[in-house]
C-alpha cells in the first residue's frame, strides 16, 4: 500500500477544518417548506446551480455534474414533474434544452442550505468579535477564489472540448 501523497501546508489545513464545520454545521433533510415534501440532496444540488431568470443548458450542466446527458435528463425529469424545474427547448437551437427554476424551485433552494442556519450561528458565537471578522473575511476570500477557480476550469475545459 503506498502512503498519501503530503499536502502543502495550507491545503492540508482546509482538508483537516473544512470537514469540521461541514460535519458540526451541516442540515441532515431537506424538506420543501410548502408542501413537505422530501427533496434528495442530489435534486437540491441541481436547483442550487439553476436560476429563475438565466436559463441553463442541460448538457452543460450534465457536464459540469460530471453525469451524462441522459442521466441529467432522467433527474432533471423528476424535478419537473415536482413543479420546481421548467424545461423549454432553446429557441435559438431546439436540439438545446434550456432549464429554469420555478417560484417553488427558488423556494426549496432558498429554504435549504447545506448548512443549518441555527448551528452556523452557534458555532460563530464561539469566536470573539474580531476572530470571527476575520474568518468570515477569510471565507469570503476562500469563496473567490473558488468561483474564479471554478470558472478557469470551465472555460478550459469548454476550449478542450472544441479542439
Do not use: N, W
Not at 441529467?72 to 425529469?77: D, H, N, Q, Y
Amino acid at each position: 500500500m503506498t502512503a498519501p501523497p503530503t499536502l502543502p501546508d495550507d491545503v492540508a489545513a482546509v482538508f483537516r477544518d473544512y470537514p469540521r464545520i461541514y460535519f458540526g454545521c451541516h442540515r441532515r433533510h431537506v424538506r420543501d417548506p410548502d408542501s413537505g415534501a422530501l427533496v434528495s440532496t442530489h435534486q437540491v444540488s441541481i436547483l442550487d446551480h439553476l436560476d429563475t431568470v438565466q436559463p441553463t443548458i442541460l448538457g452543460e450542466l450534465a457536464e459540469h455534474m460530471g453525469v451524462t446527458p441522459g442521466t441529467m435528463s432522467i433527474a432533471v425529469g423528476r424535478l419537473v414533474r415536482q413543479g420546481y424545474v421548467d424545461r423549454v427547448l432553446d429557441p435559438a437551437d431546439r436540439r438545446r434544452v434550456q432549464l429554469r427554476l420555478t417560484d417553488a424551485g427558488a423556494r426549496v433552494r432558498a429554504a435549504h442550505s447545506v448548512l443549518e442556519p441555527d448551528l452556523v450561528a452557534d458555532m460563530l458565537a464561539e469566536l470573539p468579535a474580531a476572530e470571527r471578522r476575520a474568518a468570515l473575511d477569510g471565507l469570503a476570500a476562500l469563496a473567490r477564489a473558488a468561483v474564479a477557480a471554478q470558472q478557469r476550469r470551465s472555460r478550459s475545459l469548454s476550449k478542450s472540448s472544441r479542439a
